[in-house]
C-alpha cells in the first residue's frame, strides 16, 4: 500500500467525516486506543531545540507535549504529526539498546521514535506528515463551516 492510500484508509477509519474539530479527533484516538490522551506544551521546549514534539506512551496514558510556538497552526502541525503516529500504528525502536545508557528514564520506544527522528525522508515520517496534513485539512473545513453557517445564519 503505498503513502497516499495508507493516509486515506487512516482517515476513513477514524469515522469522522470531511471536516472535524480537534476535539473530536482527540476523542476518536482516545477511544480506538481505549487510553486517555492528552496534549501539553513544555514551555522550556523550543524549536531550536530541533524536537518540535514528541509522544510519550504510559501504562495508562498517551502524551503529546510540544514546543510552544507563536503559531497556532505550526503548534497544531506538531501536534497532528504526533497523531498521525498514533493512528498509523508506528510504534517502531522498541528494542533501542544504545537509549539504555545515553536516556535511561525515557522508555525504549520513546527512546527509539526520538533518536529516528533525524531521518524524515522515512517512510513513516512521510506517511505520518501526509496524514498531519490531511487531518489539519478536515479540522480547517470545520472551521470554515462553522464560519460560514455564522456567516449566513447568524
Known amino acids: ?11 476513513s477509519d477514524l469515522r469522522l467525516g470531511s471536516s472535524f474539530t480537534l476535539a473530536h479527533l482527540l476523542q476518536a484516538i482516545q477511544e480506538r486506543r481505549h487510553r486517555r490522551l492528552r496534549v501539553v506544551e513544555l514551555a522550556d521546549l ?20 510540544h514546543a510552544r510556538s507563536d503559531s497556532a497552526l505550526h503548534r497544531q502541525q506538531f501536534v497532528l504529526h504526533e497523531l498521525a503516529h498514533m493512528i498509523l500504528g508506528h510504534t517502531e525502536g522498541d528494542d533501542c539498546t544504545a537509549g539504555d545508557v545515553l536516556l ?51
Open 1 to 11: 500500500m503505498n503513502t497516499e492510500e495508507t493516509v486515506t484508509a487512516a482517515v
Open 46 to 65: 523550543d524549536t531550536r531545540d530541533g524536537i518540535c514534539a514528541l509522544w510519550l506512551v504510559t501504562d495508562t496514558e498517551d502524551f503529546v507535549l
Open 104 to 154: 535511561p528514564n525515557i522508555p525504549p520506544h520513546t527512546r527509539g521514535r526520538l533518536l529516528k527522528r533525524q531521518d524524515i525522508d522515512s517512510e513513516t515520517e512521510i506517511a505520518a506528515e501526509s496524514l498531519a496534513d490531511r487531518l489539519a485539512a478536515g479540522i480547517r473545513g470545520s472551521v470554515f463551516a462553522e464560519s460560514r453557517y455564522s456567516e449566513i445564519f447568524g
